[in-house]
């Protein structure tokens, strides 16, 4: 079992930055692959961002957004960067049972609670 908890959401201006953090518990966390999905009202939930043995990212986030892992803190960063008011949604970090990432949701057998990022134009 994998415990998430996802942090550092709110509420900026469209061009700023934003950093979310990840804090997993339950498991070697260097033996798992991260992703981040986010979920805007009346849509799908849709992939951003994943790292483990490797990192890839959804095309509209890519140059703007960085993820990384810290292994020795058993957390995972979501760098935000140039945000626009696009980017509004609940953002999720997820966990699967494998080091290889991965784009689709149900890859992830482990899920945060997701942190609310609103961008304002």
């Known amino acids: 079992q994998v415990q998430l908890v996802e942090s550092g959401g709110g509420l900026v201006q469209a061009g700023g930055s934003l950093r979310l953090s990840c804090a997993a518990s339950?498991?070697?966390?260097?033996?798992?692959?991260m992703g981040w999905f986010r979920q805007a009202p009346g849509k799908e939930r849709e992939f951003v961002a994943a790292i483990g043995w490797s990192t890839i990212y959804a095309d509209p986030v890519k140059g703007r957004f960085t993820v990384s892992r810290d292994n020795a803190k058993n957390t995972g960063y979501l760098q935000m960067n140039s945000l626009k008011p696009e980017d509004t949604a609940v953002y999720y970090c997820?966990?699967?049972?494998?080091?290889?990432?991965?784009?689709?949701?149900?890859?992830?057998?482990?899920w945060g609670q997701g942190t609310q990022v609103t961008v304002s134009s």
């Open positions: 339950g498991r070697t966390f260097s033996s798992y692959a």
């Open positions: 997820a966990a699967k049972n494998s080091p290889i990432s991965g784009r689709l949701t149900q890859e992830y057998a482990y």
